[in-house]
């Protein structure tokens, strides 16, 4: 099993802690971290960070997680890919997502309707780009060239490349379909292990419709870890975050993470949470968390415990360990990261 991490997030750019970042991803490369992800909520954009950091690593595999396909055309899309792809001698991974209706429609002011659609044609208009093909693209969303204009079906002028992998982050279960048919790997939040079926099994499926296995995505799941005796101390911090999620990352009716969650066991929970939250009861919404909640999409407690944590994630199918690293400060996180990898290294 590998590990990657990622930065940047919603509240990315506030503090004006760029500098870290990129500390943090260094020494995590000299851990043998395998991958970095680049948020891109309402903060930073997932590309500028990654184009500075090709520059300040060697090794460590590079990866937009994600780059929302509503606020960009696929063409630039492509470009931008292609660009990352080339300055970093091929480290380059393009995450895709659809985000949600609260960003879509009220950040970049473009329609949410038929999301798994719009990441279709995307990913179809790319993939032409990336093989060096003429952008000529008939869709439902995107038609390429416009129709009743003077523009003509262009190749970018950049070389193709056919081997930058595409990596979906998709929760919906048709959407989870598409990435078993046609993603390198799958990007996964609203996951606990005790329940992967809730999300593998829709992966698994479109994989093998599509002739390949699940075997052929890899899998990147995870959570935050933190080690300590006091579990109950660990899970407390991350009431807020949880609530937050099945009540705010998305609209009342539209909530891609809750309504996973509730495929995956928590269907009550996940119900209530999101009511008490909408209802401006946020701090009644995160008390309503139970702990094994929280303990179930993480990694928390003293090294035995996590480790066995560890197992499960990988026996459920986890080929990637997406970890969030908790600790005081640069210095804590980056302690707690070096455990993880010693622990993971030793797996038996």
């Known amino acids: 099993m590998k590990v990657s991490i990622g930065i940047g997030g919603a509240a990315s750019g506030g503090r004006r802690d760029f500098d870290d ?29 990654l184009a ?18 509503s606020a ?40 949410f309707k038929a999301p798994l ?18 952008l000529a693209y008939h869709g439902r969303y ?10 003509k079906a262009l190749r970018l002028a950049q070389p193709g490349n056919p081997n930058i992998p595409i990596y979906l982050a998709t929760l919906g279960p048709n959407s989870l379909e598409y990435t078993g048919a046609a993603a390198d790997g799958w990007l996964g939040t609203s996951f606990t292990p005790e329940h992967a079926d809730a ?54 009716k539209t909530n891609f993470y809750n309504e996973a969650y509730r495929r995956g066991g928590w269907d009550d929970t996940a119900a209530e949470v999101q009511k008490l939250w909408v209802e401006g009861r946020r701090d009644e919404a995160a008390a309503r968390v139970p702990a094994e909640m929280i303990e179930q999409a993480n990694l928390l407690g003293d090294e ?28 804590g996180r980056l302690e707690t990261l070096g455990r993880v990898m010693d622990l993971v290294r030793n797996l038996d």
């Open 199 to 252: 999300h593998l099994d829709h992966i698994r499926r479109g994989a093998e419709a599509a002739g390949r296995s699940l075997a052929d995505v890899d899998i990147q799941v995870g959570g935050t870890v933190a080690f300590g005796d006091d579990l109950e101390a660990l899970v407390a911090p991350l009431r807020p975050a949880m609530a937050f999620t099945l009540g705010a990352m998305g609209s009342p």
């Open 21 to 49: 970042q990129v500390t943090y991803v260094q020494e995590a490369e000299k851990l043998g971290v395998d991958t970095v992800w680049t948020a891109e909520a309402w903060g930073q954009d997932a590309v500028t960070p």
């Open 142 to 151: 995107h038609e390429l060239p416009l129709p009743g204009g003077e523009g």
């Open 117 to 134: 659609t719009r990441m279709r044609e995307t990913v179809e208009i790319v993939r032409l780009a990336f093989a060096g093909e003429k």
């Open 72 to 111: 960009r055309v696929p063409a630039m899309t492509a470009m931008t890919a292609l660009t990352l792809a080339a300055i970093s001698n091929d480290r380059f991974i393009l995450g895709l997502g659809a985000s949600g209706p609260q960003v879509v429609e009220g950040l970049h002011g473009r329609p």
């Open 304 to 331: 035995a415990r996590v480790r066995e944590r560890l197992k499960t994630f990988r026996d459920a199918g986890v080929t990637t360990l997406r970890v969030q690293p908790a600790g005081d400060g640069l210095d």
């Open 52 to 69: 500075y950091l090709a520059a300040k690593t060697d090794r460590i595999r590079l990866g937009t997680g994600i780059m929302q396909i």
